[in-house]
């Protein structure tokens, strides 16, 4: 059973930082892509950032140039560097992992809430 075990989220000013992590309860290195999502209230799941088993990156607008995502399979992690955090940034943060093949395994995190507010 693949569970995804998401930490580091809580309460932080405009501007400031946090760094989001995500467990995952095997190997990490078995899974095609991570990535970070969230949902605000009301509003649609929208992807923040994934990565592949090779290294590439991609990340949806909103984090583009703000938000750095990296895995560290020796520990079954990734994680989102989230930087000069703006109050449209607070939402539920999920991690994401997938792995392809005639069928495809796509796993979800319970979240991690995030809010920005001063």
């Known amino acids: 059973q693949v569970q995804l075990v998401e930490s580091g989220g809580g309460l932080v000013q405009p501007g400031g930082s946090l760094r989001l992590s995500c467990l995952a309860s095997?190997?990490?290195?078995?899974?095609?892509?991570m990535g970070w999502y969230r949902q605000a209230p009301g509003k649609q799941r929208e992807l923040v950032a994934r990565?592949?088993?090779?290294?590439?990156?991609n990340y949806g607008d909103s984090a583009k140039g703000r938000f750095t995502i990296s895995r560290d399979n020796a520990k079954n992690t990734v994680y989102l560097q989230m930087t000069s955090l703006k109050p449209e940034d607070t939402a539920l943060y999920y991690c994401?992992?997938?792995?392809?093949?005639?069928?495809?395994?796509?796993?979800w995190g319970q979240g991690t809430q995030v809010t920005v507010s001063s």
């Open positions: 990565i592949t088993s090779g290294g590439s990156t």
């Open positions: 994401n992992a997938v792995r392809y093949g005639l069928v495809t395994d796509n796993y």
């Open positions: 095997v190997r990490s290195s078995s899974f095609d892509v």
